[in-house]
């Protein structure tokens, strides 16, 4: 077995590990919730059907909090003292899930219908309302992590309204969307590993160097992210091929695509200009034309760079020789999902 492929089974098994730690204090705090929010937050989770019987559906892997109990692992912290912050960084990450899948109109998470599909929007807004009161509560008695999540919300939540906006915008520019990236996804995971770094009551430089370490991870993660919405396997993914294309969303790779000042560029920009729905055929040819205009390689270069960058981070972070281990691996991981 390569190197590499073990860092990756020992990440796996640190995220395996991270759930098992995570999830009774999760369903402790979804069961503070009145019916029937609490059924919804239950069936998002994967806890129970629609009928709010028992299930085990997955309530998915787990990243973000698991990134906290390492970096606090990483700076001679214990997992226990972090375990607070993680469950709060899980339940504000699905929060924003839930109201995801009612913005984009999603039909299916985690290969089955969605909280707002079975129980209608209205209902997962409220469960998403709930869990965002939930985190938030749940580090209520430590002041810096209630104020270092805060600021990751509203990073996040001005992420969240650029996409939106986005997709009613002829042209949006690469920088423009790289700032929404850094907003949407890689504010929660940088607050993160700076969460775990807080509850280890770590140095100041060494909570910036894992923040950095996160906002770099999220950046590399997105990136990866989206290349997946347009070549990944639909059994890796969960989505049809060029799922992203075909709902012409301007992904970063796209941006950079129809920002190119390519010829490529300039056919996808009108094929994302014809009305209707996007036929087979469209999001075959759109799917050529990204890779034609530099935006495939592009974007693995750029998450390539960010993987780099967050190793500098945490160097900056001066962690312990097997934290250190685990969180590169964690880099390595956001980098080379199968694409």
Known sequence: ??????TRRDVRARLAT????????????VRRLATPVRTVAEYHFGWCDAAGDPTDAGWGKGLRGGLTLAAADAVGGSAASAVPAAVAVELVHNFTLLHDDVMD???VRRGRPTAGAVF????AILAGDALLALGLDTVRAQPAATAELCRALLDLVGGQSADVAFESRTTVGLDACLTMAAGKTAALIAAAC????????????RVDGLRGYGHHLGMAFQLTDDLLGIWGDPAVTGKPVGAD?????????VVYALTSGTAAGAELASLYAIPGASTDTQVRRATQLVEQSGGRDWARREADRHRLDALACLA????GRDGAAVLAGFADLATTRDH
């Not at 077995?1 to 073990?6: E, I, K, R």
């Not at 991270?18 to 705090?29: G, I, N, Q, T, V």
């Not at 900056?316 to 962690?319: D, L, N, T």
């Open 18 to 29: 991270a759930r098992s730690l995570l999830e009774p204090p999760l369903r402790h705090a």
């Open 316 to 319: 900056a972070a001066r962690p």
């Open 245 to 253: 294309l075909r709902r012409r969303k301007k992904s970063l790779p």
């Open 120 to 123: 209608g929007d209205a209902q």
């Open 105 to 107: 109109h999603d039909q």
């Open 194 to 205: 700076a969460l775990g770094a807080l509850s280890a009551d770590a140095d100041a430089d």
């Open 1 to 6: 077995m390569t190197a590499a492929a073990t």
